[in-house]
């Protein structure tokens, strides 16, 4: 009985961290499509003296504003000669929390909202 017991507590504690590290690995794919597309707006702002708002101007930019399997693309907002902000968000686990990542011209990238801490 005691057998059975431990292996339960082995296999609950085995599922939440193979659960955790998918999340954060999951996390990736915002993160990634985010510092590329800040480096496509920084081409495009030494081609044109401003940042765009306009997601087709960016040559990364993915046509149905997908980033990976789990994260979608806001439009990009705060746009100005020398400023933009854009944002990933995806469910990247199931629950109800939506898991956010904002990126800025500074290259500041922030988890706005955790979801692998929710």
Excluded: C
């Excluded at 100005?80 to 929390?97: L, S």
Aim: glycine share 6%; proline share 2%.
């Amino acid at each position: 009985m005691a057998v059975v017991a431990i292996v339960g507590i082995l296999a609950a504690i085995a599922i939440f961290t193979y659960t955790s590290y998918s999340s954060r690995t999951r996390q990736s794919d915002a993160k990634t499509i985010l510092q590329t597309l800040r480096a496509d707006q920084e081409q495009y702002r030494a081609e044109h003296g401003t940042y765009t708002a306009v997601k087709n101007s960016l040559p990364n930019w993915p046509a149905n504003d997908k980033a990976g399997n789990y994260y979608t693309l806001d439009n990009i907002t705060n746009v100005t000669a020398n400023t933009f902000t854009m944002r990933a968000r995806g469910n990247i686990d199931g629950d109800a929390t939506v898991d956010v990542w904002r990126i800025d011209q500074t290259g500041n990238l922030v988890n706005e909202v955790d979801d692998t801490k929710q």
